[in-house]
């Protein structure tokens, strides 16, 4: 009964143990990540990571701009070389290969335009998220090459997931950029964001960049879609509760009704 409900919203999971074993450990992984963030171990690129003069001088490092650029370079060529290698697929292949794209390229350009950078990031850790972008991008598309021929869903969510991923690319593009313009050129002091839904929620990008991924699984409408974005959602509320606690450190004024990442809720 449960099985064939799901089929009415999902192709059949293909004959991959290399799909099967990433689903796992794709939900597996980045719910531990989000966890990880309440605990308060943070990602080395997080503006809460804090480590030591001696471990920062034991390792190699890189500038905090380059190495943002490594962290989305690899898997924005991935979805780009897509429409090469796999060049006669259906639209909805086509859909979730722009989709990856399009998110990984609008990285790229904060990166070059948007976000201010300061510092350095440990070129190891870099490195190693950099790889779980591409190969995160990398089966999600070759996931959604193996279901071509499969039974298709009989509910179609192709079109609504990519409005949905449309609104979800918008809304974290204009927060990321009022995020940005926090500081003026020079400051380096924190401030509250204020702005958008930053005046309901501390973590509003956050929001949207779930929905990024709900828009792409709803696209994609296969079994690696589905537990990647409920694994990016178990992260990022994680880091949206971490980073609510952060600035309720920082800040004895921060609004006691602002929430975490849903407006009223959450």
Same mark, same amino acid.
């Given at each position: 009964?449960?099985?064939?409900?799901?089929?009415?919203?999902?192709?059949?999971?293909? /004959?991959?143990?290399?799909?099967?074993?990433?689903?796992?450990?794709?939900?597996?992984?980045?719910?531990?990540?989000?966890?990880?963030?309440?605990?308060?171990?943070?990602?080395?690129?997080?503006?809460?990571?804090?480590?030591?003069?001696?471990?920062?001088?034991?390792?190699?490092?890189?500038?905090?701009?380059? @190495?943002?650029?490594?962290?989305?370079?690899?898997? #924005?060529?991935? @979805?780009?070389?897509?429409?090469?290698?796999?060049?006669?697929?259906?639209?909805?292949?086509?859909?979730?290969?722009?989709?990856?794209?399009?998110? #990984?390229?609008?990285?790229?350009?904060?990166?070059?335009?948007?976000?201010?950078?300061?510092?350095?990031?440990?070129?190891?850790?870099?490195?190693?998220?950099?790889?779980?972008?591409?190969?995160?991008?990398?089966?999600?598309?070759?996931?959604?090459?193996?279901?071509?021929?499969?039974?298709?869903?009989?509910?179609?969510?192709?079109?609504?997931?990519?409005?949905?991923?449309?609104?979800?690319?918008?809304?974290?593009? &204009?927060?990321?950029?009022?995020?940005?313009?926090?500081?003026?050129?020079?400051?380096?002091?924190?401030?509250?964001?204020?702005? @958008?839904?930053?005046?309901?929620?501390? &973590?509003?990008?956050?929001?949207?960049?779930?929905?990024?991924?709900?828009?792409?699984? &709803?696209?994609?409408?296969?079994?690696?879609?589905?537990?990647?974005?409920? @694994?990016?959602?178990?992260?990022?509320?994680?880091?949206?509760?971490?980073?609510?606690?952060?600035?309720?450190?920082?800040?004895?004024?921060? /609004?006691?009704?602002?929430?975490?990442?849903?407006?009223?809720?959450?």
């Amino acid at each position: 009964m449960v099985m064939s409900t799901l089929l009415k919203f999902l192709y059949p999971p293909p /004959p991959s143990l290399f799909i099967t074993t990433m689903s796992v450990i794709s939900v597996a992984s980045l719910a531990n990540a989000g966890f990880s963030e309440i605990k308060g171990k943070h990602m080395q690129y997080s503006k809460f990571f804090v480590s030591s003069k001696s471990e920062n001088e034991k390792k190699a490092r890189i500038e905090s701009k380059k @190495g943002m650029l490594l962290l989305y370079s690899p898997a #924005f060529l991935a @979805g780009l070389a897509s429409f090469a290698i796999f060049p006669n697929e259906d639209l909805r292949f086509a859909l979730v290969s722009s989709a990856l794209t399009i998110h #990984f390229f609008k990285r790229v350009l904060e990166v070059l335009f948007v976000h201010k950078y300061s510092g350095s990031m440990d070129v190891e850790a870099t490195t190693v998220i950099s790889f779980s972008y591409f190969l995160s991008t990398v089966t999600m598309i070759y996931g959604q090459h193996l279901s071509q021929g499969l039974p298709e869903p009989s509910i179609d969510l192709k079109y609504g997931g990519f409005i949905i991923f449309l609104v979800g690319i918008i809304g974290n593009f &204009c927060h990321h950029y009022l995020l940005s313009n926090l500081r003026n050129k020079g400051e380096k002091e924190y401030k509250i964001p204020q702005g @958008g839904l930053f005046n309901f929620v501390i &973590c509003p990008h956050y929001l949207f960049e779930i929905l990024v991924f709900v828009g792409v699984s &709803c696209i994609s409408q296969t079994l690696y879609s589905i537990s990647f974005t409920l @694994g990016t959602m178990f992260y990022l509320m994680g880091r949206s509760i971490a980073t609510r606690r952060w600035y309720q450190s920082k800040f004895d004024d921060f /609004p006691k009704d602002i929430k975490a990442l849903i407006p009223y809720i959450f």
